[in-house]
Nanobody
């Protein structure tokens, strides 16, 4: 079984910064892509950023230039550095990971429980 644990959320003023972490634990062979998503009240969950195993990144237009996704493979951890936060960034942030459990290139997607980010104006 694989567990993903997000941390680093909180309350911050507009213009501030937060760094989210997503740590994977359990028994698995490797982690392929990792993504950060967010869901604001009354809205659908949306992709914020994604990073492949090779380090290629994708960002939502709304966060380009403000957020940076990264990963530390040796620690099975991914990060989302969020700068220049805006009230509209307020949401629950979730990470997901495509995990290769047995080393046979079959990937299973896991989700974390989410961490709340609140940006005050």
């Amino acid at each position: 079984q694989v567990q993903l644990m997000e941390s680093g959320g909180g309350l911050v003023q507009a213009g501030g910064s937060l760094r989210l972490s997503c740590a994977a634990s359990g028994s698995f062979s490797s982690i392929d892509a990792v993504g950060w998503y967010r869901q604001a009240p009354g809205k659908q969950r949306e992709l914020v950023a994604r990073i492949t195993s090779g380090g290629s990144t994708t960002y939502a237009d709304s966060v380009k230039g403000r957020f940076i996704i990264s990963r530390e493979n040796a620690k099975n951890t991914a990060y989302l550095q969020m700068d220049g936060l805006k009230p509209e960034d307020t949401a629950v942030y979730y990470c997901n990971a495509d995990v290769n459990i047995r080393g046979n290139y079959i990937l299973t997607r896991y989700w974390g429980q989410g961490t709340q980010v609140t940006v005050s104006s």
